[in-house]
């Protein structure tokens, strides 16, 4: 398999690689440890030999692609003048984040990932924290969760789905209950969607927020990318798509004057993975799926730590509370393993691992943990 074959991302100047000290394996950010699917180097050393790098728009080929590929996936029909591309999913939220009226609030499920907690304050905005539950295995964000946290002064939704971190894929009913208790709250949803393509349960699917109904779609500012379902994260190229044209137009107004195109790089990548990008998708999910299972298999075995099963994602999210350390983060790295600190995510004591590296780094790092486990007891 060829994503056994491990690639040296040192001198990369990778935030990834060069966060931790050398000897610490890192499996923390959310990037893939793969290369790309091989037509998006191709299209950009194509890209690259042509020596002009002016302003560069996005072609109809992207267009055709976005829509061709959110269709194949998710059976969503697309009009193209409801995308708008922009370089980054965080700047996404962040701009829905400014629709939001002086005296109204922002609901953020917790444990959220880190941006999340910030768009609110970046917008000068009150957040209310909606805290999830853990129900069998699985963090839940349902209508009864949010009837229980929301407050009459909210008018967004931060929504992830799927749900990082914890890699919940919600289910049509989940979805349906969200969608009902935001319209009868009249509660914008911004649905970040970026892990959408990373579907590893055979039997779930995706659904967007905006393709459940009509009334999903006039209240949805969906956000999705090509850079975590093909790795090409550092390219920069996401999109907003919004189907009703008022929503439309005033979530392009707040982008007004300081939201950059989106390089031209970025364009060329995202078409390509787009295009031909499928088989790699493939072979990426089987691989990812084996790793899930093999991780979480090895971490439920350790004791003081309980992790969820991803549905959806690369990223195993877990409680180390029973550890009864301090700092469990720290505490990994060290004893030479990279973890995201569960305290960035407004939940202390648990730790997300990513899994998408080559079968032999996780095996590694799981026997380091597991090492470092033992030498503490
Ligand atoms: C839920 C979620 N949203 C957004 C991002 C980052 O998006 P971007 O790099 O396009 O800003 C990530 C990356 O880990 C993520 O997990």
Request: aromatic share 10%.
């Amino acid at each position: 398999m060829h994503f056994d074959r491990p690639i040296d991302r040192k001198g990369t100047s990778s935030l990834k690689w060069d966060w931790f000290k050398e000897d610490v394996l890192p499996l923390w950010v959310a990037d893939m440890d793969f290369a790309a699917p091989e037509a998006v180097t191709t299209a950009l050393t194509r890209r690259a030999g042509h020596p002009v790098y002016g302003y560069t728009l996005p072609s109809d080929a992207l267009y055709e692609a976005v829509q061709g590929h959110i269709k194949r996936q998710f059976g969503w029909t697309v009009e193209r003048e409801w995308v708008l591309f922009i370089p980054g999913v965080v700047t996404g939220f962040n701009v829905a984040a400014r629709l939001v009226g002086e005296t109204e609030a922002i609901a953020v499920p917790t444990p959220a990932y880190p941006p999340f907690l910030s768009a609110a304050k970046n917008a000068r905005r009150q957040m209310v924290k909606v805290h999830l539950p853990v129900e069998d295995g699985r963090l839940v964000i349902n209508r009864e969760v949010l009837e229980a946290q929301v407050t009459p002064e909210t008018k967004l939704l931060m929504l992830c789905t799927p749900y990082n971190p914890g890699g919940t894929l919600l289910t049509q009913e989940e979805l349906t209950g969200l969608v009902d208790f935001c319209e009868a709250r009249d509660i914008l949803i911004c649905s970040d969607e970026i892990h959408a393509d990373l579907v590893l349960d055979e039997k779930g699917k995706h659904i967007p927020t905006a393709s459940l109904s009509e009334k999903a779609a006039a209240r949805t500012i969906t956000l999705m990318a090509p850079s975590k379902t093909f790795n090409i994260p550092g390219l920069g190229c996401s999109m907003a798509i919004i189907s009703d044209e008022k929503l439309r137009t005033r979530f392009k107004a707040a982008m007004e004057g300081i939201v950059p195109h989106v390089n031209l790089m970025g364009y060329e990548g995202a078409t390509a993975a787009y295009i031909h990008g499928g088989p790699w998708l493939k072979e990426v999910l089987a691989y990812l799926r084996a790793n899930r299972d093999y991780a979480f298999e090895r971490l439920a075995a350790m004791k003081g730590l309980t992790p969820l099963l991803p549905e959806a994602t690369y990223l195993i999210w877990m409680d180390a509370r029973d550890l009864g350390l301090d700092n469990p983060a720290t505490f990994f790295e060290e004893h030479g393993v990279g973890l995201s600190d569960g305290a960035y995510f407004d939940a202390p004591g648990w730790l997300r691992l990513n899994f998408a590296c080559t079968r032999a780094l996780l095996k590694e790092a799981l026997d380091r943990m597991e090492k470092a486990l033992a030498g503490a007891e």
